[in-house]
């Protein structure tokens, strides 16, 4: 059960020996997109050495139109793990669909984005697996159903389950979805999952994910995924809220002068 009322106990998610959850903060970077290896590497190495403790990086990539990049898919996720090898960094990648599983043996952490919070059959199946998933609140998703699908995996027996707060969407249009910074401690109070925000999608805006970062910081949330490219400006998707790894460092440092010194 996701209530906390019956597991007063905060859940902390090991990820290949990386804790996240119940006071353990955990930063997650990396491009929104696989590009190249070169690419994938290469901000891998950076954002390691800037202070991440994971990597992400989108395989199958969720496009709006389907003219648009579809990500590099099964090479993809061969990519990203040839970039764990290099810098170490456990890994986070999505997935769209139950037939590509097998294809995620070897991935860290399974993240099913925003697009398929309520795909209630791929959740089932996700609920077999002990593997930590990273679930992205709907596009247009109350806590309750965002709780609701958390609640999938978890009756199906896996308790390694990080949610993340990555903006709804509301009237507002200057940016790309609306953060919903009220939701972190109201979650954490709901629940003994971890609660984490992707500050780069609730903006849409580069400039806009260090202050959003330090404020979901600020509010108790277990970790934040950023996107970071090499080369914001070509990036095949997203580069608009990409961070350059010189960026992405400042970030960190910002986000560490917030939490709580241990
Ligand atoms: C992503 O994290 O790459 C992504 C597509 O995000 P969301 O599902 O939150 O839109
Ligand atoms: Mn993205």
């Known amino acids: 059960n996701v209530n906390r009322k019956f597991h007063p106990d905060s859940t902390v998610v090991d990820i290949a020996g990386v804790k996240l959850g119940g006071g353990n903060f955990q930063i997650i970077a990396g491009p929104c997109s696989v590009e190249s290896q070169e690419q994938v590497s290469q901000v891998a190495v950076a954002v390691k050495e800037a202070g991440a403790g994971l990597y992400r990086g989108g395989a199958f990539k969720p496009r709006t139109s389907p003219y648009a990049f579809q990500g590099m898919r099964a090479e993809g996720i061969k990519l990203l793990l040839e970039a764990k090898k290099i810098s170490g960094l456990p890994i986070v990648t999505e997935v769209m669909d139950i037939s590509h599983l097998p294809l995620f043996e070897d991935v860290d952490v399974i993240q099913v984005g925003a697009?398929?919070?309520?795909?209630?059959?791929?959740?089932?199946?996700?609920?077999?697996?002990?593997?930590?998933?990273?679930?992205?609140?709907?596009?247009?998703?109350?806590?309750?159903?965002?709780?609701?699908?958390?609640?999938?995996?978890?009756?199906?027996?896996?308790?390694?389950?990080?949610?993340?707060?990555?903006?709804?969407?509301?009237?507002?249009?200057?940016?790309?979805?609306?953060?919903?910074?009220?939701?972190?401690?109201?979650?954490?109070?709901?629940?003994?999952?971890?609660?984490?925000?992707?500050?780069?999608?609730?903006?849409?805006?580069?400039?806009?994910?260090?202050?959003?970062?330090?404020?979901?910081?600020?509010?108790?949330?277990?970790?934040?995924?950023?996107?970071?490219?090499?080369?914001?400006?070509?990036?095949?998707?997203?580069?608009?809220?990409?961070?350059?790894?010189?960026?992405?460092?400042?970030?960190?440092?910002?986000?560490?002068?917030?939490?709580?010194?241990s």
């Open 115 to 261: 697009r398929n919070m309520q795909n209630f059959e791929l959740l089932k199946e996700l609920g077999t697996l002990r593997k930590p998933i990273l679930l992205k609140r709907g596009l247009s998703s109350t806590l309750e159903e965002f709780l609701m699908s958390a609640e999938y995996l978890l009756a199906g027996g896996n308790q390694n389950v990080i949610l993340c707060e990555r903006g709804i969407r509301t009237f507002e249009t200057a940016t790309r979805n609306t953060l919903d910074l009220a939701s972190i401690p109201l979650l954490k109070s709901m629940t003994h999952l971890p609660v984490i925000v992707d500050p780069s999608h609730a903006t849409g805006i580069a400039k806009l994910v260090k202050p959003m970062a330090m404020a979901a910081a600020a509010c108790g949330a277990d970790g934040v995924m950023i996107e970071v490219h090499n080369d914001p400006p070509h990036a095949l998707c997203d580069g608009a809220q990409s961070l350059t790894p010189e960026a992405f460092q400042d970030v960190v440092k910002a986000i560490n002068a917030i939490l709580p010194h």
